[in-house]
């Protein structure tokens, strides 16, 4: 494939299994985070674009697509998967942790979504994949706030694959389970979670898979779980 994509929270975890995947395959793959070093040194495997950017900064957003295009000169895909959480119990958060939640993963989907949207509409294809999580249909205690975002994740995408259809252009959404990432603060690697979490290879071949859904199909959803995971 000759496809361009925008990989979003590239630097570690499910978003750099998706991007050197992507790479394998033959894509071009532009690398969002906001840590240069970490994405510089996955561009030297994967001989894309490294963007260090912050997805919820507006000015941001606009400046990525615009990079890729004036780099590449096509844009196809677009894979929102930035995203950070943490978890208390309610009256234990305050307002700002609960605005960088909110920020990363609403707003910078919202951001890159518009920054993309007009493009995709134009051409009339394009695929946007949301790394969501199976939190964006359950609830749990400690989860008010970043639950309430993957909902409100989840709810954008839904609406806007409405809006977009028409146009040609897909939206996909994954909703892992468990995945050994760095997210909120864990490390990754243990004996354990070899059991108990998915790797972030396999929310990486869900992603393969829905971008390689043929031209009249889009597979709108797609749940995986660990096998040990209760939910
Ligand atoms: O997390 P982690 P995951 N602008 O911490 C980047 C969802 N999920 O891979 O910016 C741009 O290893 C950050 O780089 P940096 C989860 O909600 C996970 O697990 O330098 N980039 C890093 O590359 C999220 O949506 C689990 O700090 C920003 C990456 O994002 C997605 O999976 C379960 C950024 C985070 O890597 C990927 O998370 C589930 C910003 N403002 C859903 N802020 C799970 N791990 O169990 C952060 O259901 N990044």
């Known amino acids: 494939t000759d496809k361009v994509a ?15 995947l992507l790479a394998m395959q033959g894509a071009k793959v532009v690398a969002v985070a906001r840590t240069a070093e970490e994405l510089e040194e996955l561009n030297a495997k994967t001989q894309g674009l490294a963007i260090p950017a912050d997805v919820a900064d507006e000015d941001d957003a606009a400046h ?19 995203g950070v959480g943490s978890f208390n119990l309610l009256e234990h958060f305050d307002a700002a942790e609960w605005d960088r939640i909110f920020d990363v993963n609403v707003k910078g989907t919202f951001l890159l979504c518009k920054a993309v949207v007009p493009h995709f509409k134009a051409q ?47 939206v996909s959404t994954i909703y892992p389970g468990l995945v050994d990432t760095y ?10 979670a070899e059991k108990t979490h998915l790797k972030p290879s396999d929310v990486a071949q869900a992603v393969r898979y829905v971008l390689e859904a043929p031209a009249h199909v889009v597979v709108d959803e797609l749940m995986l779980h660990p096998m040990t995971q209760e939910w």
């Not at 979003?8 to 991007?19: C, D, H, L, V």
């Not at 590449?72 to 998967?81: A, E, P, Q, T, Y």
């Not at 994949?129 to 749990?140: A, E, H, L, P, Y």
């Not at 997210?183 to 354990?192: I, M, T, V, W, Y």
């Open 6 to 20: 925008i990989v979003t929270g590239a630097s570690r975890g499910i978003g750099r299994a998706i991007t050197l």
């Open 64 to 82: 990525i697509v615009a990079e890729t295009l004036s780099h590449f000169g096509r844009l196809d895909i677009l894979v929102c998967n930035a």
């Open 124 to 170: 009339g294809s394009g695929h946007i994949v949301g790394i969501t999580s199976d939190v964006s249909k359950r609830t749990f205690e400690h989860g008010t706030a970043y639950g309430a975002s993957k909902f409100a994740q989840d709810a954008l995408l839904s609406s806007l694959r409405k809006e977009v259809r028409p146009h040609g252009v897909k």
């Open 183 to 192: 997210f909120n603060d864990s490390r990754p690697g243990s004996l354990d």
